[in-house]
């Protein structure tokens, strides 16, 4: 599995373009593991270089439409099915082969619980969530208009980061390949992740408190 996941980075580093953007960010979100760190950082470095066909914009595009696609995919399984065949999955072999396990998606549900129809922003920035938070949007049938916005622009921050990361590191002296980008962005994206999500708490918390004063 280690060796099959190695080769589909190796060929996703090598054949960067918007499609393959597009295709593995929306497997990226869906229930098939793979890290938006392999995709998006390298892709806005690539689009730094003088010689790319790639604009980091067009990057940033792609990678939220990608993850909106798969969101999409996970938000209509769980409304479809409903939870006793998603919990059956996720304690089967293939879900667990997947990463996912019932107490992942039990704290995703957790979450969306806790925080509501805005959790589908929140969430797309928190790493042990991102992937899962659909999930429970899909069981609590929430409106469908709703989930595409607050999926979107929890997806566009998190790409916009990360692709800041990825053009940032074009300034590094000494990163010269993909796979170093790809290095340093798994190492610092947790980290951003969870700081951007306190400063969006706060946000929302300081907005609640302002419209409650009111």
């Known amino acids: ?14 054949n960067l373009s918007y499609w393959v953007i597009v295709l593995f960010m929306a497997i990226e979100s869906s229930f098939i593991p793979f890290p938006s760190e392999v995709i998006v950082p390298p892709a806005a470095w690539l689009s730094a270089t003088p010689d790319s066909d790639l604009n980091i914009f067009l990057v940033i595009l792609s990678a939220t439409l990608g ?17 006793p065949i998603v919990y059956a999955f996720a304690n089967s072999r293939f879900g667990h082969m997947c990463l996912i396990d019932q107490e992942k998606v039990e704290t995703a549900e957790r979450f969306f619980d806790k925080h509501g129809a805005v959790s589908t922003f929140v ?92």
């Open 67 to 83: 993850a909106v696609i798969g969101a999409l995919v996970n938000y209509a399984l769980a409304l479809w099915l409903g939870r």
């Open 1 to 14: 599995m280690f060796l099959f996941i190695q080769g589909i980075t190796k060929w996703v580093l090598d």
């Open 123 to 214: 969430g797309r920035l928190i790493p042990a969530v991102r992937q899962l938070i659909s999930i429970p949007a899909g069981l609590a049938r929430m409106g469908l208009s709703r989930f595409v916005l607050f999926t979107t622009l929890g997806a566009g921050i998190w790409n916009t980061v990360l692709a800041a990361l990825g053009y940032y590191c074009s300034r590094i002296p000494g990163l010269e390949t993909k796979e170093q980008v790809v290095e340093l962005a798994g190492k610092y994206s947790h980290e951003i992740g969870y700081a951007l999500f306190a400063i969006v708490a706060c946000i929302v918390v300081f907005l609640i408190y302002k419209g409650l004063k009111k």
